[in-house]
């Protein structure tokens, strides 16, 4: 009887600790995912697709046009409704959506009920919806954004953005205001560019290689270089997906701070390497980043053209556990099947436990259940495609609501 009451217990706590982590990796709040959320900056619009969800489905709802045949960016004019090359998703709190406007350095948050061409009702980035000034280098500001990639919302409703092109990480604190500052800005030595922070591991100058400086420095436990996308596991830690230094960096919350230094690396055995390698424990411009119910960290490893799984503990220079895209981890080639990736960007877990990849030059948002989840699985479903075998921008056609060009985002959505 005693034994049986461990058992019980400890399948009860591992119930609870899937549902945490589920929800932290993007889904919304309590209940069954309603959405599965594409953002498709090609033609510079989000779209709907209500779930269950199925190949060659037509999304329900359309963001950053008026229709479903639309894509133009700023289809009208910049405003609160319209969108240029939005490169990131994520669900905020009381069933809020995050979408990163990347074209127009901002960040849109839209309230429920989602309606077609429907406005966002806050701004992030911008001092307001008619603007689109992308701040840089010694120009840059705690109110400002440049090029920003993706987002992620805290257990406390903190939303934190990847602001990538200016290699840091910034923390807005609810309630949200168009045009507000970010209290705490990770990877760089202040929220402000007057203040000394810059680019790529804190170095001035444009992206990698620096022709005109000379390369950056090396990396460090606190500086970041182009961080793409950020995510939470169930314990409160921040993962960010360090792409030009190769790498995925962890805070615990105590890091989460101005100044804040990362306490795990993986892709790297050491804070201060950033090469590339297609190797079990090596990562090439990892994009994206997600929990599943276990939660096992999910990593879209976007030029070796797979997607690698590692399971707790977590330790530095881990090694990963399975990989999707790929037969074995030693191999990075790219393909449109339904076992290979030609880019992947994106990555999302709905509460049925499906994994969702956004496969940006295959022009798709593949789907894989749960018994796929393993090294060399196959996707099952696709979406803005007609089979799994189709790669062409919009069907080779107009865009329609069925159709995808060049996805970067996905998330999972109530």
Known sequence: ?????KRVMRYCVALIVAVITGCLAGCGGGGTTKY?????PGNNRVLVYQQPNSTNQAAGIVLGQPNSNSNSANSGGRSAATMSFPGGVASGANSDLVVVDEGNCRVLLFQAPLTTGMAAGTVLGQPDA????CLSGSSS???????PTGAAMDGKGNLWVADQSNSRVLKYEPPFSNGMAASVALGQAATDGASGTYGCNQAAGGPPPHPKNGPPPSPTASTLCFPTRVAFDAGGNLWVAD?????????????????GAATLVIGQQNFLADGSGTTSTTLSHPWDLAFDFQGDLWVADY??????KYEPPFTIGMTASAVLGQTDFITATGGTSATKFNGPVALSFDTKRNLAVADLNNHRTLIFPPAKQVTGGDATMVLGQPDLTSGTSNQGGAPSAKTEHFPQGVVAYQ
């Open 1 to 5: 009887m005693q034994g049986r009451k």
């Open 36 to 40: 599965l959320v594409v953002a498709d």
């Open 130 to 133: 008619l603007s689109a000034n």
């Open 141 to 147: 500001t705690a109110s400002g954004l440049n090029f």
């Open 243 to 259: 792409a030009y230094n190769n790498r995925v960096l962890m805070y615990p919350p105590a890091e989460q701070k101005q100044g």
């Open 303 to 308: 030029l070796n053209q797979r997607v690698l």
